[in-house]
């Protein structure tokens, strides 16, 4: 990526991979005299505004820029003969619990990788199905019937929201415009390793810019301990994604907030002096409490009914999972 940016109104942006350029900038006669330099040195095609890249799909809508890939997901629903499966409301069961039952039928371990490679790349798009596929994803060594059965049912939930994807709005409106993060974690959530899942969500004028679900690399003792390295993998993201805000010169404030609903974690992250309960936890984690410190995150607790990093660590409640997929995703229908 290439920035130039004087300020928020005088920017120009280049986006290359391998063969395939995205040009932007505040300034449409900047644009044209790019392209115009480029196709005099180089042999280009201008495909206009943009609509595709790198198998996303964009949609200039009235609201805003709407973003999903629903040909591609026909095309895995194609590809895996689920074309004309019946849709279901959530992409897993709530109480569903995946095992390695040495016992169990196994299913051919290509065909399930190319599935999840394939709900993987979907992910990018579609927030809702980030914790399924990451849960799913943990079986891809000696992949079993039930574990294939679990991954079919996210492709009947993909078949009934195939033009479900990402609104990103011309203006905030009610929204806040600034960073917003949700950081979570869910103990214990894989039995036989004790490790739990933690994820986190990031908001940024009232559209999903950034999510993440997966199991924690260390054993935590506590809820405590999960939230607080859920809340630190968090804060590296928030400062990154401060960074690159600042590099485009959109920043609007001096910190990210960070919404956690564990009031302990937060205690440990404000105050250095809790270091009895925290000094067996690995100095990379504390990443989080240097942060605070300096001003760059800030902390605050949010109830758990408002923490939407929770469809990143569990599965939900029906009711609980429309509530919050009303505030992430958004179907091309409706906005047309």
Same mark, same amino acid.
């Given at each position: 990526?290439?920035?130039?940016?004087?300020?928020?109104?005088?920017?120009?942006?280049?986006?290359?991979?391998?063969?395939? /350029? +995205?040009?932007?900038?505040?300034?449409?006669?900047?644009?044209?005299?790019?392209? !115009?330099?480029?196709?005099?040195?180089?042999? =280009?095609?201008?495909?206009?505004?943009?609509?595709?890249?790198?198998?996303?799909?964009?949609?200039?809508?009235?609201?805003?820029?709407?973003?999903?890939?629903?040909?591609?997901?026909?095309?895995? +629903?194609?590809? $895996?003969?689920?074309?004309?499966?019946?849709?279901?409301?959530?992409?897993?069961? &709530?109480?569903?619990?995946?095992?390695?039952?040495?016992?169990? @039928?196994?299913?051919? &371990?290509?065909?399930?990788?190319?599935?999840?490679?394939?709900?993987?790349? +979907?992910?990018?798009?579609?927030?809702?199905?980030?914790?399924?596929?990451? /849960?799913?994803?943990? $079986? =891809?060594?000696?992949?079993?019937?039930?574990?294939?059965?679990?991954?079919?049912?996210?492709?009947?939930?993909?078949?009934?929201?195939?033009?479900?994807?990402?609104?990103?709005? $011309? @203006?905030?409106?009610?929204?806040?415009?600034?960073?917003?993060?949700?950081?979570?974690?869910?103990?214990?959530?894989?039995?036989?390793?004790?490790?739990?899942?933690?994820?986190?969500?990031?908001?940024?004028?009232?559209?999903?810019?950034?999510?993440?679900?997966?199991?924690?690399?260390?054993? &935590?003792?506590?809820?405590?301990?999960?939230?607080?390295?859920?809340?630190?993998?968090?804060?590296? !993201?928030?400062?990154?994604?401060?960074?690159?805000?600042?590099?485009?010169?959109?920043?609007?404030?001096?910190?990210?907030?960070?919404?956690?609903?564990?009031?302990?974690?937060?205690?440990? &992250?404000?105050?250095?002096? +809790?270091?009895?309960?925290?000094?067996?936890?690995? /100095?990379?984690?504390?990443?989080?409490?240097?942060?605070?410190?300096?001003?760059?995150?800030?902390?605050?607790?949010? !109830?758990?009914?408002?923490?939407?990093?929770?469809? =990143?660590?569990?599965?939900?409640?029906?009711?609980?999972?429309? !509530?919050?997929?009303?505030?992430?995703?958004?179907?091309?229908?409706?906005?047309?």
């Amino acid at each position: 990526m290439y920035v130039r940016a004087n300020c928020s109104t005088n920017l120009f942006l280049i986006y290359l991979y391998v063969d395939d /350029l +995205l040009v932007t900038s505040s300034s449409e006669e900047e644009i044209q005299r790019f392209k !115009q330099f480029m196709m005099a040195e180089f042999e =280009m095609t201008d495909l206009g505004k943009l609509s595709h890249f790198l198998g996303l799909e964009f949609n200039q809508v009235q609201k805003g820029v709407f973003m999903h890939q629903s040909r591609y997901a026909q095309e895995i +629903l194609k590809r $895996f003969g689920m074309m004309n499966c019946n849709f279901v409301s959530t992409p897993a069961e &709530a109480g569903l619990k995946l095992e390695n039952d040495p016992e169990e @039928e196994l299913v051919d &371990a290509t065909e399930f990788r190319k599935l999840i490679g394939s709900l993987r790349y +979907l992910s990018n798009s579609k927030p809702d199905i980030c914790f399924a596929v990451s /849960l799913i994803s943990r $079986f =891809m060594r000696e992949p079993k019937m039930s574990h294939m059965q679990a991954a079919k049912r996210v492709l009947r939930f993909v078949k009934g929201t195939i033009d479900s994807g990402v609104l990103f709005p $011309f @203006e905030a409106g009610s929204e806040k415009s600034y960073l917003l993060g949700y950081t979570d974690s869910y103990w214990k959530r894989d039995p036989k390793q004790n490790k739990s899942t933690g994820g986190y969500l990031f908001m940024y004028y009232g559209a999903p810019v950034a999510w993440s679900s997966r199991k924690q690399e260390v054993v &935590a003792l506590s809820t405590c301990e999960a939230e607080y390295v859920a809340a630190s993998l968090g804060a590296c !993201q928030a400062v990154w994604m401060m960074n690159l805000l600042e590099e485009l010169k959109l920043r609007e404030r001096k910190f990210v907030c960070l919404m956690i609903d564990n009031k302990s974690a937060i205690n440990l &992250a404000k105050h250095p002096t +809790l270091h009895g309960r925290s000094k067996h936890i690995e /100095l990379r984690f504390h990443y989080i409490r240097e942060q605070v410190s300096k001003g760059n995150v800030v902390v605050e607790y949010c !109830q758990a009914e408002g923490q939407l990093a929770d469809l =990143m660590t569990k599965l939900v409640p029906v009711s609980r999972f429309k !509530q919050i997929c009303g505030k992430l995703v958004s179907n091309l229908k409706d906005l047309n």
